[in-house]
């Protein structure tokens, strides 16, 4: 028997609410709401149940046509999104400097063109801005539909009357999808959060769901059954994920298998009835869309604005506030759009918004290329710090032609990257090439020790690769540089085969094994008659970060003061404890060792700025390329005279 479908589930609206509710506490509140990011999840289904269900009844019809699907998406997304794009324009002009401004202009354009999840990522990596200070972040989600929808209504027009193809051909597709989402989540995670291949699968579960429950073939049977494990399903989710999962990956069968089951239970089933078509989630519901737009600009701003996670209770007031500009948009702006009645308002409404849209692609544009500026530009010393943090020169790794069959294996994690300009710098300087073969074998965010992995990174892999290279006998000399405090401050480095994922600390049974395993692969390298190099900690701390001098909290840019140098005995405090340890390995394996302090600070001090006042630091532990360009010479024999 068919299945009719209602023109409204006040059900699934109460759904939409939970999985905004589930991704506005884990942005707000991440430890307490760990999974809540599944939330994303459940509006993928959501969407791709509700606008294919749109379609196949105006294929069935034959009042389907492609100017009317996208008028429709267009009065649906564009009103509030542009609103969004502009306050965040509006708000960056008070609160961020330069550089950050220039980001945030490609954000938007690249919101304004829903290509959001290609551009972050793009950016992914190690020197990518941390996910909380990105305003427009989530909207990598929206690009995603869009993306679906670009080309999801022409295939299904193109299958239209032959039912069994359509169904074949939306199988294959999720199947795909699924697999590459499994394939990505294992060797590119990045690839696998952001891009639509690994989330195409998503969206056509709720397509395929849409075409069954349109063809009538899907069972009424056992409705309260499938909604309370549909709700498992999703509650589990919210539970047992958090940031150090595979996500996708398999993980994410639980928010969507628990979607459809949901929704397939429809309307008359108990939980849908009496849980989900409550007035106060209903209403959640049909405001979710704004307020998922809302409530992450404003949160992010206030962590850019207090310089770290803000106080909870703001936190939680910006949350009430971004629900009530939900409102105020849905009310005063979408309705107005979507559904008025007056001939003139419908003639001009997507005309006027697409041109909104455009306008605020424009003034991304501009923004991104420093053609439109924050206020915090009128400040010089703004524009200094700006300029330090973009000043970063390594365009990856290679492999330089000595005149000689033997080479010099360059190896390590940003640490490594940022003493590259100078080997630029000598290379260019020579007309002859280098006497050994010069290669560079680096990761940022992975530290070159056996032993270690870090969440996400697959450190294991970079490091097994980079000492087997380094055994090579044609490889002469080995030189090593890491952050070696990172490593064992940053909480996420762990013992390879630790099921715990305990992080690595000074003193710990996990940290010892890793360094006696570093130990005993240098001893074997120095065996084999290699010359191994070790690079200590570079100076280090919140005294050298350019942007530490400034204050938001005012919701405008303010100096505090100068950049101030950093002593000597307050940086040996920080490195003093590893970089004994490494002295005393190198010590006893016989290798060399180079302490960049020694060529970057006088006895007692570490300057920060240079003598016209400019940053010598890209942040609290990176050199500028310009500064390691011209003062840091503590490697040209390796490069040259050796």
């Not at 972050?120 to 690009?143: I, Q």
């Not at 869009?146 to 027009?157: A, K, N, S, T």
């Not at 924050?374 to 000043?391: C, I, M, N």
């Not at 600070?601 to 920060?608: E, I, R, T």
């Amino acid at each position: 028997m068919k299945s009719a479908l209602p023109s409204y589930r006040p059900d699934v609206d109460g759904l939409r609410a939970i999985a905004v509710l589930a991704v506005v506490a884990f942005h707000a509140f991440p430890h307490a709401a760990p999974g809540g990011f599944a939330g994303v999840d459940v509006f993928f289904v959501i969407s791709g149940f509700l606008i294919s269900s749109i379609i196949f009844d105006d294929l069935k019809s034959g009042r389907f046509s492609f100017a009317g699907f996208y008028w429709r998406r267009v009065r649906r997304i564009f009103p509030a999104l542009v609103l969004v794009l502009a306050a965040c324009l509006a708000l960056g002009w008070l609160l961020l400097l330069p550089d950050e401004y220039a980001a945030l202009g490609k954000h938007v354009a690249a919101g304004a063109a829903f290509a959001s999840n290609i551009v972050l990522w793009r950016e992914a990596g190690y020197f990518d801005t941390t996910a909380d200070l990105k305003p427009l972040l989530h909207l990598w989600s929206l690009g995603v539909e869009e993306q679906y929808y670009l080309v999801w209504p022409m295939l299904l027009f193109l299958f239209r009357g032959r039912r069994g193809h359509m169904l074949g051909m939306i199988a294959a597709i999720a199947a795909l999808s699924f697999a590459a989402n499994i394939g990505l989540t294992l060797y590119k995670p990045n690839a696998a959060f952001f891009l639509p291949a690994g989330r195409f699968w998503e969206l056509l579960a709720g397509s395929l769901l849409a075409y069954f429950h349109h063809h009538g073939r899907l069972p009424e049977a056992y409705r309260n059954a499938k909604a309370a494990l549909g709700a498992a399903m999703i509650a589990a989710a919210f539970a047992l994920l958090e940031a150090g999962r595979a996500f996708p990956g398999w993980w994410a069968l639980l928010p969507v298998l628990g979607t459809v089951l949901l929704i397939w239970a429809g309307p008359a089933a108990w939980l849908n009835r009496r849980v989900l078509s409550q007035p106060a989630l209903v209403f959640v519901g049909l405001v979710s869309y704004p307020w998922y737009l809302w409530h992450w600009p404003l949160l992010s701003y206030a962590r850019i604005a207090h310089d770290g996670e803000a106080p909870a209770a703001l936190r939680l007031g910006l949350c009430a506030l971004s629900l009530l500009l939900a409102w105020l948009t849905y009310e005063l702006v979408e309705k107005k759009v979507r559904f008025s009645k007056l001939p003139a308002v419908r003639r001009v409404a997507v005309p006027a918004v697409a041109a909104s849209m455009a306008a605020a692609a424009v003034a991304g544009v501009l923004a991104s290329q420093s053609r439109l500026l924050p206020q915090s530009a009128a400040l010089p010393y703004a524009r200094e710090a700006s300029r330090a943090y973009t000043d970063w020169d390594y365009g990856g790794d290679r492999i330089i032609l000595g005149q000689t069959g033997r080479t010099v294996l360059f190896f390590g994690d940003s640490h490594m990257q940022h003493y590259w300009p100078r080997i630029e710098k000598l290379l260019a300087e020579h007309a002859a090439a280098p006497r050994n073969t010069l290669v560079l074998k680096t990761a940022g965010g992975c530290a070159p020790v056996p032993g270690i992995e870090r969440r996400r990174l697959r450190c294991r892999q970079f490091v097994d690769a980079g000492f087997s290279l380094a055994r090579q006998p044609e490889v002469d000399t080995v030189v090593i540089a890491a952050s070696w405090v990172g490593m064992l401050q940053r909480g996420d480095y762990y013992k390879v085969g630790d099921p715990e994922q305990e992080p690595l600390e000074f003193l710990t049974p996990q940290t010892e094994w890793v360094l006696q395993g570093f130990q005993a692969t240098l001893a074997e390298l120095t065996a084999a008659g290699k010359h191994v190099v070790l690079i200590l900690s570079s100076p280090r701390g919140a005294a050298l970060d350019p942007k530490s001098v400034f204050d938001r909290e005012a919701m405008t840019v303010q100096v505090r003061g100068a950049l101030a140098p950093l002593p000597r005995s307050e940086l040996a405090a920080l490195t003093a404890p590893i970089d004994g340890r490494l002295r005393r390995i190198a010590k006893a394996v016989g290798a060399s060792v180079i302490d960049p302090a020694d060529w970057l600070c006088s006895p007692k001090l570490c300057p920060s700025v240079d003598e016209l006042g400019r940053p010598l630091y890209k942040d609290e532990s990176h050199l500028r390329a310009s500064v390691a360009r011209e003062r840091f010479s503590a490697m040209d024999g390796y490069v040259y005279l050796r």
